[in-house]
């Protein structure tokens, strides 16, 4: 480190005083390229604004004749792909416009320069930096697309833009002339004091103007840094925007004292470290751009309604020559444009998915860069940063399957439990469950991601220099261990993995373990959840269930009891009966929720006071007790339009009394007895389970 310090002290010395000397160190150097011509300079510079005039015009030409020819004015572009091969098309033309700004300008300076050889290698390095210049132009209008919003791909204002453009360029233009000159005296065999102090100038120049750029527009690169606020008050939003410009301000202060360090010590990697950002932001558009055009137009390409339209209205016109007739055009197209907005939308999570992976992955690149330009080279396996490069890329590829599989199975799980509010409100226990498919892929999502963290893990720990062979063997001895210390455990995984495959039950089914009963909220991989109809949730081990009655399947029959005097028609009434379940078959709400119509069962029962007619349906799982209120209602209806009567429950109670006996009971005694008799009559019958479960809710 001390030795460090006096080779930098020494060298800045020797750099500082090459500075008074430079005007000399100069005029000596062009005086000893002069040779019988000591005008060659000023002659030169001649030229080369001589050429770069010509040049110029040849470049203007050729890009309006190019434009006007090959790349006409259009409405803003409406998907991402158009905007980006109309700006790769653009900046291919601009090429061909430099292309042919050099062909004249070298034709020119052909024409005009003499055979001094200073001469010409000065030209060349005017040309040069001029050309350079001209890259930096086509690759600024791709990026910020000053004057043409209708194309531009980032989120800035037409203002912003066009300052951003005009301030880069001008700082791009200091920065070529500086270099220019560090070369041109390098030819000249300036000393390299001199060499020193003017690169060290062209960096502190380009550091503050870089510096300036970023302070006068730090709002739009701001909000360009932090992306777009798609969910609101983003705390991370927030600290990107607070920390973004301080970060950046000391970067180039760093980067101007190690290129300054650098170049006094002659060591490489000098250059460019402060503009290094600049290039590498310059750099993930241009490849976030190329990956939104392979994601649009090859992975998943955009459904154009318009296409769509011009599709259907040539199946159109040949259906009008084969049938004469002439259908609704605006219709057939409205219901194209409504087919793709569909389409994509179904896309668009996917789409959403890979452009984040792509600016992650446009991150990496531009990382990359920075690190190349600090001498750090992220592709060799034998650093720290290889190593943490290749780690990355393991996590990153481990990342975007774990959200692709996570976006797979949800989006396939929201498909299969429909939307929001298809279950009747009437429908009390035993209703439909979900599908075999959205009972399963709960399980198998938590499978799948876990399968992916522990392979990732395993890669990026064996990437680390940690041998992951003891893990296995680790890992199994403890699973054996389980084994033999968890036998209820396993038998709970694998009784469940058993009902699961013999599809005993599903979420949302109302199912009966004898026990326990409710219906099934949540299914892991040891147990499964009952919410009983009362309310209280029941938590039972796959282990322990024996057998499952499951009131949710196929279908479910219901059965109602009626009591009716002993007068009544039973034919008569079982006509009725049928007439009105073929009424209800046809009603437009209720028909089709019947499997069967209502039909009578005939008389079941004899009683003291009343026969007893059951009628039954056949209804899907849940069905039934919605229907059950509307058979009641319509019974009631019909039996009282036809003179049928209900019977009540009546008991005839006759006391007997010893005739020789003097004692007779009074009226309030004979009431004292018949009320004893009250509470049998009162008495609730027994009901089916299922049924008395409903009418408690």
């Keep these: 480190m001390v030795r460090l310090g006096l080779e930098l002290r020494a060298a800045l010395a020797e750099t500082l005083g090459a500075a008074a000397a430079m005007p000399s160190m100069i005029s000596a150097a062009i005086a000893g390229r002069a040779g019988d011509n000591p005008d060659w300079l000023l002659a030169t510079l001649g030229v080369l604004a001589a050429s770069l005039i010509v040049g110029g015009f040849a470049l203007a030409a050729c890009e309006r004749w190019l434009f006007a020819r090959l790349l006409p004015a259009r409405p803003p572009e409406a998907t991402r792909a158009a905007r980006i091969s109309r700006l790769i098309a653009r900046a291919v033309l601009m090429a061909i416009a430099v292309a042919a700004f050099y062909t004249a300008a070298l034709a020119a300076a052909f024409l005009l320069a003499s055979h001094h050889a200073a001469g010409r290698v000065t030209l060349l390095i005017g040309l040069q930096s001029f050309g350079i210049l001209l890259l930096l132009r086509i690759v600024l209008t791709a990026v910020l697309s000053p004057g043409n919003a209708g194309i531009r791909m980032l989120d800035l204002d037409e203002a912003s833009a066009v300052s951003l453009y005009r301030w880069l360029l001008a700082t791009g233009a200091v920065a070529a002339v500086t270099v220019a000159l560090h070369e041109w005296l390098d030819a000249m065999d300036l000393d390299p004091g001199g ?73 490489e990697a000098a250059i460019g470290l402060v503009a ?62 409504a087919e793709a907005v569909e389409a994509e939308g179904r896309r668009s999570p996917y789409r959403n998915l890979l452009d984040h992976g792509a600016t992650i992955l446009s991150a990496v690149i531009a990382l990359g860069y920075v690190l190349s330009r600090w001498g750090i080279d992220p592709r060799d396996k034998s650093s720290l940063v290889g190593n943490l490069f290749e780690i990355g890329v393991v996590i990153f590829l481990a990342y975007m399957s774990y959200r692709a599989v996570e976006l797979t199975i949800d989006r396939q799980l929201h498909r299969e439990r429909g939307q929001p509010g298809e279950r009747s409100d009437e429908i009390e226990i035993g209703g439909p469950g979900q599908s075999r498919l959205s009972t399963l892929l709960p399980i198998f999502r938590h499978f799948l991601l876990i399968t992916i963290v522990v392979i990732g893990g395993m890669i990026v720990l064996s990437h680390l220099g940690i041998d992951i062979a003891p893990l296995f063997a680790g890992a199994g001895v403890v699973g054996l261990a389980v084994g033999f210390g968890s036998q209820a455990l396993i038998r709970d995984i694998f009784s469940g993995a058993f009902f699961l495959i013999d599809d005993a039950f599903r979420k949302g089914e109302y199912i009966d373990l004898g026990s326990v009963k409710g219906t099934v909220e949540k299914i892991s991989i040891r147990s499964m959840q009952l919410r009983h109809h009362n309310g209280p949730l029941n938590t039972v081990p796959f282990g322990e269930i024996k057998h499952v009655k499951n009131f949710s399947r196929d279908w479910a029959v219901m059965k109602l009891a009626f009591r009716v005097t002993y007068e009544t028609d039973v034919e008569k009434m079982r006509k009725l009966i049928k007439k009105f379940g073929e009424s209800l078959m046809q009603h437009p709400d209720y028909g089709p929720k019947f499997l069967q119509p209502v039909k009578s069962q005939g008389v079941t029962a004899l009683e003291d006071s009343a026969m007893i007619v059951r009628v039954k349906f056949m209804t899907r799982p849940g069905d039934q007790f919605v229907l059950r209120k509307v058979v009641y209602s319509g019974i009631r209806d019909l039996c009282e339009a036809n003179g049928i009567h209900f019977a009540h429950r009546e008991v005839t109670v006759r006391v007997a009394q010893d005739p020789a006996d003097p004692r007779h009971f009074t009226d309030a005694e004979k009431q004292a007895i018949a009320g004893a008799v009250r509470p049998l009559l009162e008495q609730a019958p027994v009901k089916d389970p299922l049924v008395e479960a409903a009418e408690s809710r």
Excluded: K
């Design 276 to 337: 290094a950002p600049v290039l590498a932001g310059l750099i993930w558009a241009a490849a976030y751009g190329a990956l939104v055009l392979v994601i649009d137009r090859l992975l998943l390409p955009r459904l154009d309604s318009s296409s769509r339209q011009t599709r259907r209205s040539e199946d159109l016109a040949r259906a009008e020559e084969a049938a004469g007739e002439l259908p609704d055009r605006e219709a057939v197209q409205a219901q194209a444009a």
């Design 195 to 267: 060499h020193r102090l003017l690169a060290i100038l062209s960096v502190g120049v380009t550091c503050l103007m870089l510096s300036g750029v970023a302070v006068a527009h730090r709002g739009a690169l701001g909000r360009l840094v932090a992306g777009p606020d798609a969910d609101g008050d983003n705390g991370y939003r927030r600290m990107v925007q607070r920390l973004w410009l301080p970060l950046l301000l000391l970067y180039f202060a760093v980067a101007f004292v190690v290129s300054t360090g650098r170049l006094l010590l002659e060591r």
